[in-house]
């Protein structure tokens, strides 16, 4: 089972990953943070470290690249997938997304009915690059 975070600031992209969540047998768990504020210290402080970290890009105060660095600064988050999940998908975008670090990227509006099966194919190590 998968344990996953999710960082999105819009009420609706949040709204459709948790009911993706609910079609998808494979995600266990899915912590939402509503916005990038004071993400290091939340996602230090959760109880239970996260399989996979879904990011969006263009959020305030931090991007889903300034995430990404607090990320990876962490050891103990050096194994942890995270891909973005962005309306940004343009290929200089995706160019940009994978140059970063990224392992994978998902473009909105999502599939609700490919989400489970994106998930599981990214926790078995493949990069997947969903965009559209």
Known sequence: MTHVLYVEDDPLSREVVRMAQRMSPEICSLTV????????EKLLGLPQQPDLILLDIHMKPYTGFD????????????????????????????????????QGGISKPL?????????????????????W
Do not use: C, P
């Open 33 to 40: 943070f509503e916005n990038s504020r004071d993400f290091e």
């Open 111 to 131: 599939h609700l009915e490919l989400f489970g099966e994106l998930i599981q194919r990214i926790m078995t190590g493949e990069r997947v690059w969903h965009v």
């Open 67 to 102: 995430m990404l660095k607090m990320i990876r600064s962490h050891a103990e988050y050096d194994r942890t997938y995270v891909v973005a999940l962005t309306a940004s998908v343009m290929n200089e975008e995706v160019r940009m997304l994978q140059d970063a670090g990224f």
